[in-house]
């Protein structure tokens, strides 16, 4: 098999290929890597690109070959995230502040990658700290979308999504704290899922906001999601968070049947300010559900009102108790003309962190002071009380709740960096989910009329991932079905 | 000058002596080289998470129901935030919003009668690492082994008058965490130390003076005398006009004073708020039960039981209970020799003065209660005499010897025989006619000379009582 | 919310952080208009509603007292900066 056709190959199908004795895991890995060294330098969706994949991929090989690999992405590369701990590989985080971190062992996530017998073929671009939705704020240089060279991929899993979609890889991990797996898959046209807070251990997920982080697949399908899901969940005693849950169905998920299944659209996801394109699309997906026999309602949640405020405070104030850890001492930068222990942490993380990162650290610093905890964070933990009332309240009516995963397509390139305010909106559609920990996928829904894909959010309810996924790839189906 | 009065609060911290670190899997050994109980987690790598260790929450209310406290249903862990080398994750993972144990009270016995203090609360958290300031360098070293390993905060309420009554609260906190087995408080490792809160008033005053804040002392001893000087100190600035400053102040056991620590910038702000990485532990009342039903026999009743069960003095029952490792020692002698009296009696006289001899606590050097049993055993039947008891309770004290091939190694068996002891004595009435005349004809002390006579004869291996009976029985014969 | 300069101050000293003079400027901006929005939250009413820490309800897990890792100083210190055989070194600091 040419490397041209490997690249077209979704993760299943070049699984399959290698199990089959078409290719081999050595052949994709090459593949891959040279279409990286070959196209990532416009997208610059790598931070670093790991040749010695090659060699992990001859010893897969084998093992496929022995019997002892036997799993349905055995061989398969694949992409993570480099705010993912990596044994023996570089994990920046997009920072300078970890520019030089190499860590002594592996996130619970990539050692199920492993376990499964996938290669590793680099560790993907992002937001500095995972903080951002355009992926501009990595001191490692913006990622580019694949979909229009001034468009940002989104964030902050901007590198996982764009090298997914400029096929660099045939799969990714991405983390999604406040929609930073979904927003992006939805501004590269891939298919991204958030699992259920718990679904996926965070051990080795360098640390944002801890009660909102979670590792998700960003893949070309649902099926590839769908399936990677199966690899990386699971109880993890190393994360007393992780929960135990059964594995998906992939069979249910194929052969699911929307009919007779009900759909809320939340009044305020289709708001002013909502792109007429994006809300287009949205609309058109959720037409084509209904056909299939799905009952559509919509509802008013007018709790979403708050929902950016509650997001922003506490993950701000839960970022700035886990980045305070970095302190020029541990590891990553340090100045080395410090001979005074508080110099060495002010110039440290002065000199280490980007702007957007040293902002939410110091608003998180306010809303946790002595004086305005209870103004602030406490308020924000009884909006979350709220919030998650509002969202019980709607799974009890419906199976699944469908809105647009942003407002808008892809922003262009530098369009927020100068107004932060503006970029924390723009993530209006996908923090509620994480703030109430249920599982949401983006699912490519078509284009706007600059030819920019639009993502379609289908939202679970907590450990229901079967459902979205059945949704998603039912969804998948129908509208290929349409444009036939 | 007026007549002042202390007032003073004690925060108590205990290292817990479960095996593992309170949330990951090092060890917890005191002692160790730099940095080879540490791992990723409690050396704070990014992306490491938290494991929370059963044994420290079980621990944690057992002390509570101990101290006479209620014990919290629904527990939290939260962040208390600051910047320091020795604490990696630049937060320690505490307990302020939701303490496990809140309400209790420590009866003390001091001089002034009895009086009850009341603890504030108990927390859990995790300790910080070691600092080690090297000169040639001018740099700090840092040592991780000590990070999360488990601690009790035992917080009392601002109840103590007098250092009197901080010395017996600690030593009750002490014998209390011993005897539960959950912390072997050892000031001198670090596994207990104390901050001491105290302020001064006048007597008769209602409102509290200002307080100042003495860290990590590290003896009893040490405490005592801080108390005294910082309580003198506070009287003195005040009667001279001045103000007590709110701060932080080190004790210097060496010069005998204390100093304000370089004061730190501003009031720390510690941002505290529930850690999300770890989840909420919900006591239930069966787990309650559960653990009450495993609490072992505390100090109180134990003395009440041995001066009404098994009849030793107050005094008696006093010293032996305030030292969990004698009590073993104790409690497992008697059982053996099944004379409870006579085990306190050896473990008073006897075995308490070799360890004061060696300069060495019951903790330090173990002595095995079984061995001390046999002992007084074997002299209870007669076997060796109880100057030969003495000698092997030192040999076993010392090289931990077995007591019985020990007393036939050296040929302490005690001669009981009438028919080796009558030949011995029959020469001693034959060696020494005056005294016999003498006790004939009615000066009957001379019959402890004979005895000592007889004794020499002997080498000792005889019962003198035996020895008594049967030179009478000779003497009347003649 | 106001943010005043001593407020800025006040973060930038929890924070551990200095900005340079015009991204304390513009940082007083950004935080200004971000906390006019925040405030937003104030006209949500809360009267009576439990703050909700941990979203799951699941709780007491926990693991056993078991000594599962340790002795791997070299993988710890091998990050740092500043570092001997045995230990991380830090500026001497006082107490």
Same mark, same amino acid.
């Given at each position: 098999?040419?490397?041209?056709?490997?690249?077209?190959?979704?993760?299943?199908?070049?699984?399959?290929?290698?199990?089959?004795?078409?290719?081999?895991?050595?052949?994709?890995?090459?593949?891959?890597?040279?279409?990286?060294?070959?196209?990532?330098?416009?997208?610059?969706?790598?931070?670093?690109?790991?040749?010695?994949?090659?060699?992990?991929?001859?010893?897969?090989?084998? =093992?496929?070959?022995?019997?002892?690999?036997?799993?349905?992405?055995?061989?398969?590369?694949?992409?993570?995230?480099?705010?993912?701990? &990596?044994?023996?590989?570089?994990?920046?985080?997009?920072?300078?502040?970890?520019?030089?971190?190499?860590?002594?062992?592996?996130?619970?996530?990539?050692?199920?990658?492993?376990?499964?017998?996938?290669?590793?073929?680099?560790?993907?671009?992002?937001?500095?700290?995972?903080?951002?939705?355009?992926?501009?704020?990595?001191?490692?240089?913006?990622?580019?979308?694949?979909?229009?060279?001034?468009?940002?991929?989104?964030?902050?899993?901007?590198?996982?999504?764009?090298?997914?979609?400029?096929?660099?890889?045939?799969?990714?991990?991405?983390?999604?704290?406040?929609?930073?797996?979904?927003?992006?898959?939805?501004?590269?046209?891939?298919?991204?899922?958030?699992?259920?807070?718990?679904?996926?251990?965070?051990?080795?997920?360098?640390?944002?906001?801890?009660?909102?982080?979670?590792?998700?697949?960003?893949?070309?399908?649902?099926?590839?999601?769908?399936?990677?899901?199966?690899?990386?969940?699971?109880?993890?005693? =190393?994360?007393?968070?992780?929960?135990?849950?059964?594995?998906?169905?992939?069979?249910?998920?194929?052969?699911?049947?929307?009919?007779?299944?009900?759909?809320?659209?939340?009044?305020?996801?289709?708001?002013?300010?909502?792109?007429?394109?994006?809300?287009?699309?949205?609309?058109?997906?959720?037409?084509?559900?209904?056909?299939?026999?799905? =009952?559509?309602?919509?509802?008013?949640?007018?709790?979403?009102?708050?929902?950016?405020?509650?997001?922003?405070?506490?993950?701000?104030?839960?970022?700035?108790?886990?980045?305070?850890?970095?302190?020029?001492?541990?590891?990553?930068?340090?100045?080395?003309?410090?001979?005074?222990?508080?110099?060495?942490?002010?110039?440290?993380?002065?000199?280490?962190?980007?702007?957007?990162?040293?902002?939410?650290?110091?608003?998180?610093?306010?809303?946790?002071?002595?004086?305005?905890?209870?103004?602030?964070?406490?308020?924000?933990?009884?909006?979350?009380?709220?919030?998650?009332?509002?969202?019980?309240?709607?799974?009890? =009516?419906?199976?699944?709740?469908?809105?647009?995963?942003?407002?808008?397509?892809?922003?262009?390139?530098?369009?927020?960096?100068?107004?932060?305010?503006?970029?924390?909106?723009?993530?209006?559609?996908?923090?509620?989910?994480?703030?109430?920990?249920?599982?949401?996928?983006?699912?490519?829904?078509?284009? &706007?009329?600059?030819?920019?894909?639009?993502?379609?959010?289908?939202?679970?309810?907590?450990?229901?991932?079967?459902?979205?996924?059945?949704?998603?790839?039912?969804?998948?189906?129908?509208?290929?079905?349409?444009?036939? | 000058?007026?007549?002042?009065?202390?007032?003073?609060?004690?925060?108590?911290?205990?290292?817990?002596?479960?095996?593992?670190?309170?949330?990951?899997?090092?060890?917890?050994?005191?002692?160790?080289? +730099?940095?080879?109980?540490?791992?990723?987690?409690?050396?704070?790598? +990014?992306?490491?998470?938290?494991?929370?260790?059963?044994?420290?929450?079980?621990?944690?209310?057992?002390?509570?129901?101990?101290?006479?406290?209620? *014990?919290?249903?629904?527990?939290?862990?939260?962040?208390?935030?600051?910047?320091?080398?020795?604490?990696?994750?630049?937060?320690?993972?505490?307990?302020?919003?939701?303490?496990?144990?809140?309400?209790?009270?420590?009866?003390?016995?001091?001089?002034?009668?009895?009086?009850?203090?009341?603890?504030?609360?108990?927390?859990?958290?995790?300790?910080?690492?070691?600092?080690?300031?090297?000169?040639?360098?001018?740099?700090?070293?840092?040592?991780?082994?000590?990070?999360?390993?488990?601690?009790?905060?035992?917080?009392?309420?601002?109840?103590?008058?007098?250092?009197?009554?901080?010395?017996?609260?600690?030593?009750?906190?002490?014998?209390?965490?011993?005897?539960?087995?959950?912390?072997?408080?050892?000031?001198?490792?670090?596994?207990?130390?104390?901050?001491?809160?105290?302020?001064?008033?006048?007597?008769?005053?209602?409102?509290?003076?200002?307080?100042?804040?003495?860290?990590?002392?590290?003896?009893?001893?040490?405490?005592?005398?801080?108390?005294?000087?910082?309580?003198?100190?506070?009287?003195?600035?005040?009667?001279?006009?001045?103000?007590?400053?709110?701060?932080?102040?080190?004790?210097?056991?060496?010069?005998?004073?204390?100093?304000?620590?370089?004061?730190?910038?501003?009031?720390?702000?510690?941002?505290?708020? +529930?850690?999300?990485?770890?989840?909420?532990?919900?006591?239930?009342?069966?787990?309650?039960?559960?653990? /009450?039903?495993?609490? +072992?026999?505390?100090?109180?009743?134990?003395?009440?039981?041995?001066?009404?069960?098994?009849?030793?003095?107050?005094?008696?029952?006093?010293?032996?209970?305030?030292?969990?490792?004698?009590?073993?020692?104790?409690?497992?002698?008697?059982?053996?020799?099944?004379?409870?009296?006579?085990?306190?009696?050896?473990?008073?006289?006897?075995?308490?003065?070799?360890?004061?001899?060696?300069?060495?606590?019951?903790?330090?050097?173990?002595?095995?209660?079984?061995?001390?049993?046999?002992?007084?055993?074997?002299?209870?039947?007669?076997?060796?005499?109880?100057?030969?008891?003495?000698?092997?309770?030192?040999?076993?004290?010392?090289?931990?010897?077995?007591?019985?091939?020990?007393?036939?190694?050296?040929?302490?068996?005690?001669?009981?025989?009438?028919?080796?002891?009558?030949?011995?004595?029959?020469?001693? *009435?034959?060696?020494?006619?005056?005294?016999?005349?003498?006790?004939?004809?009615?000066?009957? /002390?001379?019959?402890?000379?004979?005895?000592?006579?007889?004794?020499?004869?002997?080498?000792?291996?005889?019962?003198?009582?035996?020895?008594?009976?049967?030179?009478?029985?000779?003497?009347?014969?003649? | 919310?106001?943010?005043?300069?001593?407020?800025?101050?006040?973060?930038?000293?929890?924070?551990?952080?200095?900005?340079?003079?015009?991204?304390?400027?513009?940082?007083?901006?950004?935080?200004?208009?971000?906390?006019?929005?925040?405030?937003?939250? @104030?006209?949500?009413?809360?009267?009576?509603?439990?703050?909700?820490?941990?979203?799951?309800?699941?709780? @007491?897990?926990?693991?056993?007292?078991?000594?599962?890792?340790?002795?791997?100083?070299?993988?710890?210190?091998? @990050?740092?900066?500043?570092?001997?055989?045995?230990?991380?070194?830090?500026?001497?600091?006082?107490?």
């Amino acid at each position: 098999m040419d490397s041209e056709q490997i690249i077209k190959l979704s993760a299943l199908e070049l699984g399959k290929a290698i199990r089959n004795k078409e290719t081999t895991s050595e052949e994709a890995t090459k593949a891959y890597l040279d279409a990286i060294k070959e196209n990532d330098g416009k997208y610059n969706s790598y931070i670093t690109v790991r040749e010695e994949a090659l060699a992990e991929a001859r010893i897969i090989d084998e =093992k496929i070959a022995s019997g002892e690999l036997t799993g349905a992405f055995a061989g398969v590369p694949v992409a993570v995230k480099d705010n993912m701990c &990596t044994e023996g590989v570089l994990t920046t985080c997009g920072s300078n502040m970890l520019h030089n971190f190499v860590p002594p062992y592996d996130a619970t996530a990539v050692r199920k990658l492993k376990e499964e017998g996938m290669v590793i073929i680099g560790k993907t671009n992002m937001d500095e700290f995972a903080m951002g939705s355009t992926t501009e704020t990595s001191f490692f240089g913006p990622t580019v979308n694949p979909w229009g060279e001034n468009r940002v991929p989104g964030g902050s899993s901007g590198g996982s999504a764009a090298c997914v979609a400029a096929k660099l890889a045939p799969i990714s991990l991405g983390s999604d704290t406040g929609g930073s797996i979904r927003q992006p898959a939805s501004f590269c046209g891939i298919t991204g899922l958030k699992p259920t807070y718990g679904k996926v251990s965070r051990y080795g997920l360098v640390a944002f906001g801890s009660s909102l982080d979670q590792i998700g697949p960003m893949g070309r399908d649902a099926l590839d999601v769908a399936y990677m899901l199966n690899v990386i969940s699971g109880e993890d005693p =190393k994360d007393q968070s992780s929960a135990p849950t059964d594995k998906l169905d992939l069979e249910a998920v194929k052969n699911f049947d929307v009919s007779g299944k009900t759909i809320g659209l939340p009044e305020q996801y289709f708001a002013e300010g909502m792109d007429e394109d994006v809300r287009a699309r949205v609309m058109e997906a959720v037409k084509l559900l209904e056909q299939a026999g799905a =009952k559509v309602e919509t509802f008013p949640m007018p709790i979403m009102d708050y929902a950016i405020p509650t997001y922003y405070i506490i993950c701000c104030a839960e970022a700035c108790s886990n980045l305070s850890r970095y302190d020029g001492i541990k590891y990553g930068y340090a100045p080395e003309d410090v001979d005074d222990l508080m110099e060495l942490y002010i110039r440290s993380r002065s000199e280490g962190f980007g702007m957007e990162v040293k902002r939410r650290i110091m608003l998180g610093n306010f809303v946790l002071s002595s004086g305005y905890y209870d103004a602030y964070y406490n308020k924000a933990l009884q909006a979350k009380a709220l919030i998650k009332k509002a969202f019980d309240e709607a799974f009890s =009516k419906y199976d699944v709740v469908i809105g647009p995963v942003a407002p808008t397509a892809a922003l262009k390139a530098g369009e927020s960096l100068s107004d932060p305010l503006k970029m924390y909106l723009g993530d209006i559609c996908t923090v509620l989910i994480n703030i109430v920990g249920v599982p949401a996928i983006s699912v490519p829904c078509g284009f &706007t009329s600059d030819n920019l894909p639009v993502g379609m959010q289908i939202i679970g309810k907590h450990f229901d991932e079967q459902t979205i996924m059945g949704f998603a790839y039912a969804y998948e189906r129908l509208s290929k079905e349409a444009k036939q | 000058m007026r007549d002042y009065e202390m007032v003073i609060g004690l925060e108590v911290h205990c290292e817990l002596s479960t095996e593992s670190k309170i949330f990951c899997g090092c060890s917890t050994k005191f002692g160790g080289a +730099p940095n080879t109980h540490v791992c990723e987690v409690c050396s704070g790598m +990014p992306g490491t998470l938290p494991t929370l260790n059963k044994k420290v929450v079980e621990f944690a209310v057992k002390a509570g129901l101990a101290l006479n406290c209620d *014990i919290t249903r629904n527990n939290k862990f939260d962040r208390k935030n600051y910047f320091y080398p020795d604490l990696p994750k630049a937060y320690q993972i505490s307990q302020l919003y939701c303490p496990i144990c809140r309400n209790g009270h420590v009866d003390i016995k001091t001089s002034q009668g009895e009086k009850s203090i009341g603890i504030h609360e108990i927390h859990m958290e995790e300790d910080a690492g070691k600092l080690v300031h090297d000169e040639v360098t001018g740099m700090t070293k840092v040592d991780f082994n000590r990070c999360g390993v488990p601690l009790l905060e035992i917080v009392s309420e601002p109840d103590f008058r007098s250092s009197e009554e901080v010395i017996a609260y600690l030593t009750k906190i002490r014998d209390t965490m011993q005897y539960l087995g959950v912390s072997d408080c050892k000031m001198q490792e670090g596994s207990m130390r104390a901050d001491v809160n105290l302020s001064v008033r006048p007597r008769g005053q209602a409102e509290f003076g200002t307080r100042t804040e003495m860290k990590n002392i590290a003896s009893f001893k040490a405490i005592e005398r801080a108390i005294e000087y910082e309580c003198e100190r506070q009287i003195d600035l005040i009667e001279g006009g001045g103000e007590v400053v709110q701060e932080t102040r080190r004790w210097d056991d060496e010069k005998e004073y204390t100093y304000a620590m370089r004061s730190k910038e501003d009031a720390q702000d510690y941002k505290y708020f +529930p850690d999300p990485d770890l989840m909420p532990i919900v006591i239930s009342e069966e787990y309650l039960e559960s653990v /009450k039903a495993s609490l +072992p026999e505390l100090a109180d009743a134990k003395r009440e039981r041995y001066v009404s069960e098994l009849g030793l003095t107050e005094y008696d029952a006093d010293i032996i209970t305030g030292n969990v490792t004698v009590v073993k020692v104790f409690e497992t002698a008697g059982a053996k020799c099944g004379n409870y009296k006579d085990a306190a009696n050896w473990i008073l006289t006897d075995l308490l003065k070799l360890y004061k001899d060696e300069g060495v606590t019951p903790e330090d050097k173990e002595f095995d209660g079984d061995k001390l049993g046999t002992i007084i055993k074997m002299v209870n039947d007669g076997k060796i005499n109880r100057k030969s008891g003495k000698k092997i309770l030192t040999a076993v004290f010392e090289e931990d010897v077995d007591p019985e091939e020990y007393a036939d190694r050296n040929g302490l068996a005690q001669v009981s025989d009438a028919s080796a002891i009558e030949p011995a004595i029959r020469k001693v *009435i034959s060696e020494n006619t005056k005294a016999v005349d003498e006790y004939k004809v009615g000066n009957t /002390k001379n019959i402890q000379f004979l005895i000592g006579q007889s004794m020499r004869e002997l080498r000792g291996k005889a019962d003198p009582k035996t020895v008594k009976d049967i030179l009478e029985k000779l003497l009347s014969e003649l | 919310m106001e943010i005043t300069e001593e407020l800025i101050d006040y973060l930038q000293k929890l924070g551990r952080i200095r900005l340079s003079e015009e991204d304390r400027q513009k940082t007083m901006k950004d935080l200004g208009s971000i906390m006019g929005y925040i405030d937003k939250l @104030n006209e949500l009413d809360t009267t009576g509603v439990e703050p909700l820490s941990h979203v799951f309800g699941r709780t @007491n897990v926990m693991r056993e007292d078991e000594v599962t890792s340790g002795d791997c100083k070299d993988k710890i210190i091998s @990050n740092a900066a500043r570092k001997d055989e045995d230990t991380i070194l830090v500026p001497r600091t006082f107490d």
